[in-house]
Every structure is written in structure tokens, then in C-alpha cells.
């Protein structure tokens, strides 16, 4: 053959074989796909025509089904649809608010995962992972300068403290302070970083309770191998006491000259402006009184975190997703529970849903919370230090301030 015909032949076999791998190409482009075609039809699925139908007709199922009343669920929507509404786009229909809120509420009442969450809202798991976290951050940002702030001047901190003192009888006291471990399924290549004493893998919550069961600060995130003790101290509010930042109204400012303080319990380090129990190996009758008096007090950072696990059971499973995600999914749980405490009271935290206390006869009575196992587990209590003097003397002088002219007439019956 020439030298002319075999380059003739070259060219025509490279000619087909580039026809060949163009052709193998247009193949593989035509049967990859978007998205699965039963997702492209989620207008069509039950979810955006069967909450309004169970709010109009079923309201107790639809409680059920979002852990809020239907009144609650379009106001919270209105607040956020601005945020999390998408364009529509030539390719496909963007995913409505009232779809990604459906959703984000569901994933929080439930604690179902991505995976099988699709199948209801016929929206891709991928998909989810990123509207849950996106609807989560703006929650926080329409309702939290409204129903998550810590005061910031003396006179927000007395209103405070005089609820404290309307409702449980503990005067200068400006919140109930603990902390809990959430249950995380471990981050990839994480190691032993966020496995706590218990054995699990968690990011710790610091939480601080007003006298009405909700929270005013939360900080979250903090890896469970810390020790407890040391968690606390690592937070902006620790250090901010510590700095004596917080700008609390002085002693001359309080009842009977005392400190203003916040209740914790055997977790945290005593301090002058933080009231810790007394052990339970050194209890005298004025000590006991006093214990009774600091737990009636910090018993609502407590039935806080009962009710938050009860109704969003996302706590009742490790929380798959990344620690940042976990961390915004967690404060919008708690955003969410101080919005429903305020507007939805007897349908999300009924009375018996509380801790309550017949003083007539000293009886305690639970909470409907605490016949579920715990969800959310407490921090460890770190050994007693000898505190210091300032703050040791302030706690004496709250023992003495309700064994007398602080005392209520039903507290001996706990002796």
C-alpha cells in the first residue's frame, strides 16, 4: 500500500473511532438524569395539599404532625418565606417556602433521616441537607431578637429576677443555668474528638432558663471528649461572669443587699454570682432548706430541656449531619421552643406537661416529659472544690436569707 493510501486509511480509522466515543458520549448524557423523575412531580404529592387540609380539619393530627398549630405554622411562614423562597429557573420549579418548612419542621418533630424523609416531601436527601439547614438559619434570624436575647442592662435583669420571685419564691436570681449532651453520629475522620464519658459522641448545649421555662442564651457545639467542667468554662457566658461583663445590677441594687446570682447545679464551680447546691454529705437543716430553694428555682432549665426532647425528637437519635449544621439545627430548636411557649402555649408545654408542686403537702409531681427516657444527658458533676471565700460567703448568706425573712411557710415539709 502507499505511503498516500495508508494515511487515507489512518485518517478514516480515527475518523470512526472518534464517531464512535462522540456517539458512546451523547448516550451517556441522555440517560444521566437531573434528578429522579417521581421527585419532579412533588406538586403533585400529598404534602403542600395535606397540611392545609389536616389544619382545617383535624388540628390536634396537625399538631401532631408539626409539633405547632396551624396558626403558629403560617405565621412562623410568613416570617420566613422572604428568606428561603427560590426562583423558579427555565431548567426546573424551585422547591416552595412552604415546602422547605414543611420539611425542616417535619426533620426536627421527627428525627427521621434524610433517606427516608424523601419519600414523604419528594424531595432528594441531597437536596434536603442543604434547605433543612438554610430554613434553620432563617428561623433563627426572623424570631431571634424577638424570643432568644439575655438582657443587657440592669433593668432588663431585675424584670427577670422579679419573675423568678413571682413564680418560685428565689429573689436577685437572673436565670437557671445546665447544660446537656446532644447525640451525634461522629463527623468522618473525627476520630475520638467528640466521644464524652458516657461512651457516645456528642457536642454539648449550655443553655440559661428564665422563670418561664425558656431559654434566654444558648451556646452549642463544644465536643463532648471535654471535660465537662471544662466545657462550661470555654463558653462566652462563663467568661463573660468571670469578667464580670454581664452588666448585673450591684448588691445595693438587690433584695436584702445579696448578690445577684444564677442557680446551676453540682456541674458548675460556685462563684459569687453563680449558686451551686450543697453537697449531700455535709447537709444540715439550713442547708437542706436551702437545696429545696435553689432546686424549686433551677427546676425550669430542667423541664426546659424535658419539654425541648419531648416535642422535637430529633434529640432521641444521633443527629447525622456536620457539627456546624448540628449546632444551627439545635438553636433553631430552641428558638422554635420560645415561640411556641409564647404563642402556643397550652397546645406545645400543657400543664401537665411541667414539673408541679403541691405546697400544700410538700408533693412533687413530674412532668409528663419524664416518663420518657431521657433524650438529652446531663453534663457530669465535677468534685467539690474548696470555693472561694466571697463566694461561699454569698451562698451562706442565701441560707440564712431563706431560713428567715426569705423562709415560705410550706418548705419544712421537705425536711
Not at 93 to 107: E, G, N, Y
Not at 225 to 249: C, H, M, W
Not at 366 to 380: A, H, N
Request: with cysteine; glycine share 4%.
Amino acid at each position: 500500500m502507499s505511503p498516500s493510501k495508508r494515511r487515507k486509511a489512518q485518517a478514516a480509522v480515527a475518523l470512526l473511532i472518534v464517531n464512535h466515543v462522540q456517539k458512546k458520549r451523547r448516550m451517556k448524557r441522555k440517560r444521566a438524569c437531573w434528578t429522579q423523575e417521581w421527585l419532579k412531580v412533588r406538586d403533585v404529592w400529598p404534602q403542600e395539599s395535606l397540611a392545609p387540609e389536616i389544619a382545617e380539619n383535624y388540628c390536634d393530627d396537625f399538631r401532631n404532625y408539626l409539633q405547632m398549630s396551624d396558626a403558629s405554622f403560617d405565621c412562623l411562614l410568613r416570617a420566613v418565606t422572604p428568606l428561603i423562597q427560590k426562583k423558579d429557573t427555565c431548567m426546573r420549579k424551585s422547591i416552595s417556602a412552604h415546602q422547605r418548612l414543611v420539611a425542616t419542621l417535619r426533620f426536627l418533630a421527627t428525627g427521621r433521616s434524610l433517606e427516608d424523609l424523601k419519600f414523604s416531601t419528594a424531595i432528594s436527601a441531597q437536596a434536603l441537607g442543604v434547605l433543612i439547614p438554610e430554613t434553620c438559619c432563617a428561623i433563627m434570624q426572623v424570631l431571634r431578637e424577638e424570643y432568644l436575647q439575655l438582657p443587657k442592662t440592669p433593668e432588663e435583669w431585675q424584670q427577670v429576677a422579679q419573675e423568678f420571685e413571682d413564680y418560685w419564691n428565689f429573689p436577685n436570681c437572673g436565670g437557671a443555668i445546665g447544660g446537656k449532651h446532644v447525640h451525634i453520629n461522629p463527623p468522618a475522620h473525627s476520630g475520638s474528638f467528640y466521644l464524652n464519658y458516657n461512651g457516645f459522641f456528642s457536642v454539648v448545649l449550655l443553655a440559661i432558663v428564665n422563670a418561664k421555662y425558656e431559654f434566654m442564651m444558648i451556646e452549642v457545639g463544644k465536643n463532648g471528649r471535654l471535660s465537662d467542667s471544662g466545657v462550661i468554662e470555654q463558653t462566652r457566658f462563663y467568661r463573660a461572669l468571670k469578667e464580670s461583663k454581664l452588666n448585673l445590677p450591684s448588691a445595693t441594687e438587690t433584695t436584702k443587699g445579696l448578690n445577684f446570682v444564677f442557680v446551676g447545679d453540682e456541674t458548675f464551680t460556685l462563684h459569687e454570682n453563680l449558686l451551686k447546691p450543697f453537697p449531700p454529705t455535709v447537709l444540715t437543716k439550713e442547708r437542706t432548706i436551702f437545696n429545696y430553694r435553689h432546686s424549686r428555682a433551677r427546676h425550669v432549665v430542667e423541664n426546659a430541656f424535658g419539654i425541648l426532647a419531648s416535642r422535637f425528637r430529633i434529640f432521641h437519635m444521633p443527629i447525622n449531619l456536620s457539627p456546624e449544621k448540628i449546632g444551627i439545627v439545635v438553636m433553631a430548636c430552641c428558638v422554635l421552643h420560645n415561640f411556641l411557649r409564647r404563642n402556643d402555649t397550652e397546645g406545645y408545654a400543657p400543664l401537665n406537661m411541667l414539673d408541679r408542686e403541691n405546697i400544700d403537702n410538700g408533693t412533687f409531681i413530674p412532668g409528663d416529659w419524664r416518663s420518657e427516657r431521657p433524650r438529652l444527658v446531663p453534663l457530669q458533676s465535677v468534685e467539690s472544690q474548696i470555693p472561694e471565700s466571697e463566694a461561699e460567703l454569698n451562698r451562706f448568706k442565701y441560707m440564712e436569707y431563706f431560713n428567715g425573712s426569705g423562709a415560705v411557710e410550706w418548705q419544712d415539709f421537705i425536711l
